[in-house]
Structures are given as structure tokens and as C-alpha cells.
T-cell receptor, first 112, second 112 residues
């Protein structure tokens, strides 16, 4: 399978700060990048879809000004959680798609 | 609207006890059906893609099959290390084109 990395794997931050999560597809070019979040014992919730060089499309109920997505190249996408609050604590997973859809290892965000 | 239903929600097996997981789907134009394995605290790991009814794929103790309405993930003589949540997803050419629709998963526990 494809190699996808996410950084950081875990982050703890104070309420009101911003956190950036990086996602890299190491061995293929991702024309489309999906960002998901997952709460404990629940399935994946799609947050947004982005194509390289274009603005992201957000799912209903996801605040685009709070979750900033940049998909600057075919191998790198970032998700920035701005002014994070405790309710943003979750497991965030990037998912690049080339010929099939792969997933990164995830980032555990804890907002105190 | 694309829908994916996985059953059972949870499955407990003894080591060596073969069984099957079900993924029922309704889509407008199936482009692909995907199976993933997810371990706690990690991103989903890609297992299989199936494209058309009658197709089968195998990997070690796992075998995935596809009909026009459902897919099965057969697990032969499972081992404790097969314990994980198995996710099914479909990609359609309908109104949800470009986005995979995920089921809620089946959590498999294999006891030694």
C-alpha cells in the first residue's frame, strides 16, 4: 500500500491556540485529499475535500474559517485548527487519493 | 443517496473460528468498494478494492467478495492479531461522486 505520513502524531494545546497538522503522501501523487475526524468508537466523519491548487470544499456543519486546509502540492496538505477549543479534541486523519484512497496514521489532538 | 450498512456491529470469535463480515450498499453507479482495517489509535489500513460483481480478492486469511448489493469479508481461521475494526466504503458516480461513503464498521475480537 501507499505510504502516507502525518505530523504530529499527537498534540496537546491550550484552548485558543492554533494547531497545524501536516499530511504527506510519500510515494504517490494525490490529486485529491480528504480530511476526516473520528471521535472515540465512532466512524470516520468527512470534514473537507481538496484538490491540489484549489480551495477546499467543506462538509455541512464544518466551519471553513476554523479548519483551514491547504493543498499546495500533490504530496502535501495541511489542516490548521484555529482557535482550538476542547470540543475540537479528536482524531484527525488525512486521506490522499490517487488510484485508490489511502489514509494517514492520524493525529490525536487534545485541547485543554 | 449512497448508503453503506455493515453487520454485525461487533463480532467475537475464538481463534480458528472462521466467519464473515457483511457490507450492504446502495449506490448510483458503483465505481469501487473498499475494505479497510483500523486498529485503535491508528488510521485505516487499505485491504482491498473490488470493482464489479463476482470479483474476489484474497490476502492471507482474508477474502473479499462482491455482489450487486453486498460485499463479504471472509476470515478463515482467524488469529488474535486479526482483532480490529473493519471498515467498508463505496465510491459512486452519482451525486456523491468523488467521495467515499463509509459504513460504521465491524469490530472483530479474536480470543486465543
Amino acid at each position: 500500500g501507499a505510504v502516507v505520513s502525518q505530523h504530529p502524531s499527537r498534540v496537546i494545546c491550550k484552548s485558543g491556540t492554533s494547531v497545524k497538522i501536516e499530511c504527506r503522501s510519500l510515494d504517490f501523487q494525490a490529486t485529491t485529499m480528504f480530511w476526516y475526524r473520528q471521535f472515540p468508537k465512532q466512524s470516520l466523519m468527512l470534514m473537507a475535500t481538496s484538490n491540489e491548487g484549489s480551495k477546499a470544499t467543506y462538509e455541512q456543519g464544518v466551519e471553513k474559517d476554523k479548519f483551514l486546509i491547504n493543498h499546495a502540492s500533490l504530496t502535501l496538505s495541511t489542516l490548521t485548527v484555529t482557535s482550538a477549543h476542547p470540543e475540537d479534541s479528536s482524531f484527525y486523519i488525512c486521506s490522499p487519493r490517487g488510484d485508490t484512497q489511502y489514509f494517514g496514521p492520524g493525529t490525536r489532538l487534545t485541547v485543554l | 443517496e449512497d448508503q453503506v450498512t455493515q453487520s454485525p456491529e461487533a463480532l467475537r470469535l475464538q481463534e480458528g473460528e472462521s466467519s464473515s463480515l457483511n457490507c450492504s450498499y446502495t449506490v448510483s453507479g458503483l465505481r469501487g468498494l473498499f475494505w479497510y482495517r483500523q486498529d485503535p489509535g491508528k488510521g485505516p489500513e487499505f485491504l482491498f478494492t473490488l470493482y464489479s460483481a463476482g470479483e474476489e480478492k484474497e490476502k492471507e486469511r482474508l477474502k473479499a467478495t462482491l455482489t450487486k448489493k453486498e460485499s463479504f469479508l471472509h476470515i478463515t481461521a482467524p488469529k488474535p492479531e486479526d482483532s480490529a475494526t473493519y471498515l467498508c466504503a463505496v465510491l459512486s458516480s452519482g451525486t456523491n461522486a468523488g467521495k467515499s461513503t463509509f459504513g460504521d464498521g465491524t469490530t472483530l475480537t479474536v480470543k486465543p
